[in-house]
């Protein structure tokens, strides 16, 4: 029997353990709850319906049921995980479990710089409960402030305040287990726990990171560390006129980083990942070809930006900010054309007063990014993300975005935007791939290139720090260590905590035995995802 | 058959893996390789014969053999573990593999500020590696330097630096499963990958906490990150005359740390916690009744100490510990009697050239800590470690100073060392309870005391840090969420990846199934441990 023909048997348990105006289908599913930047019609794979539960019983109820029947789940928070696949599953058919209605902020404590929070909760909600409740906390908010906290943090996301790595401010989770069994993580585990979200670790093995990047539970609540709203903080921008100053930058910030001077998540954007978020491509010139040089210096000079632009962020007293602004203006004064420019902000500024680019180092939410969508036109666009992993050098800085020119512009023949975000010792490359998604050929090719440079940047040693659904099997074909040992120690967890399979097979290319597709299937990169062969082991 | 035959029947094979020469046994597995802080004519348990292999295939050959024999094993670095056990195993008979042999320090890097090592390495001889080869990093040590890096760190142990959190600077771990096969965490599970030791997290979950405080794997080398050498640093000592002052003193350092002023990890020691590493019982008073407060008195004034003395270390330019040293002045100057004292370094002092109450802020070996055990003048002295974790608050610090003083002073009649360790949102209580390790009957009460203030503890939402092999079923029994949801997950995971239970039984509480006890007996606190009683299933 095949997925879909399990989805529906199944569907009458689900109406009644949740009730049945919780069980979505039709239009709905398809707008809201599938990947939103696919060929509408022909999308890759689509689940059969979306579950809305209202409270961790019913993510329980669900999951029991699920087992009865054997048929696949896939969870997501609010559902946004776009430019990953959005909604969509890996097998067409499974049952989208959305978790949009647990939206209660649950505790917050001002004290010890802590929320806790239920996976329906955006970044854009938890900020605005801070600030009606007067809680002097900061909220740390990725680019774009729609999605869920927990959703974001689960998937490794990040910011860019000194709270920027959201997996590291995790702070005691409670998790639906695929037997529908229910846990508490760290200090949690004692149900009278003091520490629970206070002290990361208890007694034993720390298991939050299992559950991040995983298919081995459902988290229904998290614990976040957040940070105490500073006496001012300052938006320290350092605009480089070329790209070799770009990466004798990161050299020159590397230093400041481990010493901690510098403590928020900096970034550096090229000219282009700005300015398709305040214009559109013909504002500039005809055609579809990658703007030239000549575009790019009007485009510098009307935004006062540089080809490339680092984003810092200090917080403190404007004496301590001072000291550091001084020793961040040492370390870059050997750089040709680097400009510095700061501006200083009290640490309870009101959104208005803050200049649009500076937002994210206060935390502040935003939604200016998805102008970028508006670029070419299109009436569908679509984008793909691309984010590998490298040492924080300029040299692997050059190294990747040279990759990147390569397949995207030369190749492609598009624009895109790139940002490294650094920490002290590593830095992501996250490129912004637009496509016309109207049109399967282009999305084809752009995900035929993107394959490549996954492929290629693995050959140079570098690795995804996530990835679209469509390149899971074959980022993670990229971990190859004592015959992909790694996968191999996933699989057996995974088999252990789900025998039926039925929580997100194929996540990070986590495949339960119960649905492992054939080994070959695993390195190809766009095939239609098969719905239910490899389900027939039942 | 019990576990010491089995044991025996396995010497061979395990001679010809490794060479007789390393298959250790008599008089020094009872000198080297068991609880030197047990009663030496009655030890609880010890094991069969020690391993030292000699690298990583030779580990994987013990593990293999073992499983062929259904034998345990019981792993440990240096095998310093004192104060929770030693090298001692939870059931008599068991083998010790130690993993001494293994001592290379494999990799530092100075550009991105780590080292890599095989267990064997402590952190006394990575300090000496790091200025031997004039690399400008600092190793960050625990009280005693003559531990295993990766051993401490595996126990969630910390130090004083800004890198005191040891298990948060993991980054990349190679891991024997019990089943022999070998995987490395985060990003170098891709073989070639460049990013091992500078991004902790691959694609996927992390899985490197799994491996912390479990019996999950064996680490066989670990990556580390090191603090960079800073321009200066400053050792700043606040004195408190009374207890109240000391719990002031913590609530008016938790806002320093939160917004990272102070960024080491603070430790607020009892008068009691250093006199003893500087003298004897005898230089004070005659008699075994514990010191009074005229005592006290002498004491603070021969010290130059506070009835409690904070330890912050500042880091930087002096410029800028200038700034954080006034902050830090300002957030004291209502605490009643508390005085401060700070003392610059240059980064690269000489050991001899920095006060040794000084050196572990900037993460130099020390040893003094040991002289603790000659206080009473025993012949042979032992100590058990008692580490709740509490909230960051001078309340918590109340009730849990009073439960010591409730059960050790008072019920005792001891003299105890005690330290709060802070991080930015919680603490530990490191309570150092000493015995006549000579007289089983004070052995006997002393372990009678430390298992009624974990019950007590727990009754009040305080977890266990860290516990001693005699208190690990005990503490992991109080972490009870859902009917012991968490231990039902940690032995799941257990029995997946140890089918035959031979990696460590019972560390941390987590029992295979081939070697779990009946319930019973999880939660009596000092029966001596079956041999084989329980392995009888096979």
Known sequence: MDIVDRAERARPDFEAAIGSEWVLDGEVLAREFSDPYDNLEQPRSRGSYVLQPGNVEEVREIVRIANEHKVPLWTGSQGRNNGYGGSAPRLAGSIIVNLRRMNRVLEVNETFGYAVVEPGVSFAELNAHLIENGYALWTDVPDLSWGSVIGNTLEHGVGYTPYGEHADQVCGMEVVLPDGDLVRTGMGAQANSRNFHTHPRGFGPRLDQMFMQSNFGIVTKMGLWLM???????????????DESCYQLIDAIRPLLMDRTITNRVTIMSLMAVVPTQSVKKDWHEGKEPVNDEVRAIMRERFGLGNWNARIGLYGTPELMDVQQRLIEQAIAHIGGARLVAREYPGDARVEDVFPPDQAMAGIPNMDLLNFLNWYGFEHTGHVAFAPISPLTGDDGRTLHNILERHCGQGLGRDF???????????????LVLYNAGDTNDIDRTFEATAAMIRETAALGYGEYRGHLEFMDLIAEQFDFNDHAGRRLNQRLKDAL??????????QGIWPTAFRPASGALTTARPPLPAAAAADAD
């Open 498 to 507: 789900d025998p039926n399979g039925i929580l997100s097979p194929g996540r």
């Open 417 to 431: 935007g790139e940002a490294f975000a650094l920490t002290a010792r590593s830095m992501q490359l996250f490129a």
């Open 228 to 242: 105490p709203r500073p006496e001012a903080w300052r938006a320290v921008w350092i605009h480089c006129e070329t």
